[in-house]
Each structure stands twice: as structure tokens, then as C-alpha cells.
């Protein structure tokens, strides 16, 4: 690899998979190789010195290809490291403490997470005659930042399901066999809303919502469910039948 024709994008942020791009360290710059893994070594030894999470990606770069609009290494280090402004991350701490709630939140989200794959599943093959796909396995999954303070983050999940009915099915009567067994199932189903390309029916349990879409374009109905988004801090399960049913 030829550092001169390098391009080293610097990523900072409070969880190793939420970092952002903060500085480069641009091979153009330099008069020569070495002059470029200097400033990448200072860079690197800066950030782990601070305990700071990072990480880099490298590409290759042509002499006239357009700058990222990012500030360089030493520019970024006079102004944050030298004059003090803010990096806008924490350092990760000597200990993480696991907050109180964090192994009964997991439990929740587990439980949330059958439970409501099961429900939708049930509201797809309510459509008669349709073929019925997971798109999207429910999953738990973080929402906003990562944080150094676990208490912080906040997680939900998420899942998603289609049905494609059989010709010439429309989608009054596809929503009408879904909210039925969405209503069977405890849902409280609001009126269908309908735009130029989609109908759409959304339904509500306990801080759960499924959203069932119909594509005029496609004739299918997607079907996506998310729990309600809690965080370990003082983790209590959502209340209501839905909730109950994970504690």
C-alpha cells in the first residue's frame, strides 16, 4: 500500500458500533510515507491514551479525487486535544457497571421478541390464500446512541412479515382478514388510512404496534410489528396483556 495515495478516515463514538467519522489522515498531504504512519501512529496512540473509542478505515485516494469535508488529523488534534473544545464523546470508563435491571431487561426483550413474532405471523396468515414470508427476523436490537453508560441505551424489537394473496384480492378485504386477527389477538386496530400508492393499517397493544401496509403497486401487504423501547436503568416489562405475558 502506497500511503501517499491513502485515505484514513478516523471514527470516534461511545460504542464500538456506533462510531462516526471525525478526522482524516490524507496521504496527500505528506511529502512521504513515513511522514503519513507517523501522523496515523500519533493519531491512534492520541485516541488510546484518552481511552476514547475509535476506530479507522482506509481507501485508496487520487491525486484530483474531492476532499472530505472532515477536519485533518492536526487539525482536529489542535482544536480539540490543544485548545480544549470538546470532543463530544466520553472516554470508555476504567469499569462498566451492568445496571440492576440489564439481565430482567434482556429476559423481557427475549419473551418480546416470540411474542411478537408470533403475533405477527398470526395477523399474515389471516389473509386467505396468501404466501406468507418472514422479511425481517424479530430481533433485539439498540435504539439512539451507544453510550459508555449502559444505563443509557434503550433497546426494542423488531420484525416483519409479508403476505401476497392471490390474484385479484384487494385490499379491503386483506386488511378486513388482518384486523380480525389482530382484534382476536387483543389489538386495538385503528380505521385504515389510505394515500396514492398504500393503505395502511396500523394497530396498537400495550405500547406494541403492528403496521400492516398494502402496496397498490405490488397487491401485498407488509406486515411490521415493534415492541416498546425500554432501558435497564429501573426496568419494569410494559404493562397490559402484552406485557404481563413476557414477565
Sequence with gaps: MIERETLYVFRLGEADDDLTPAFVVDGRDYPDDEAVRADVGAARA?????????????????????????????????????????IGVRPRPDTQPTPAGWDDMGRWLEYARTWLDAQLAAAAG??????????????????????????????????????????????????????GALHAGGWTVAAPAESPGYVTLPSEQSGYTIVAVWSKRNNSVRLTGTSPAVHATTFEAPGGAAGAAHV
Design 46 to 86: 492520541a485516541l488510546r491514551e484518552r481511552r476514547l473509542i475509535a476506530d479507522f478505515e482506509t481507501s485508496a485516494v487520487h491525486p484530483e479525487a474531492p476532499r472530505i469535508p472532515l477536519p485533518s488529523w492536526r487539525e482536529w488534534r489542535a482544536r480539540h486535544l490543544e485548545a480544549g473544545e470538546p
Design 126 to 179: 389471516a389473509v386467505s390464500g396468501a404466501r406468507v414470508r418472514r422479511t425481517r427476523e424479530p430481533e433485539a436490537h439498540r435504539i439512539g446512541p451507544g453510550s459508555v453508560v449502559l444505563a443509557e441505551e434503550q433497546y426494542r424489537t423488531e420484525g416483519e412479515y409479508l403476505a401476497v394473496p392471490p390474484a385479484g384480492a384487494g385490499p379491503e378485504a386483506v386488511l378486513r382478514q388482518i384486523a
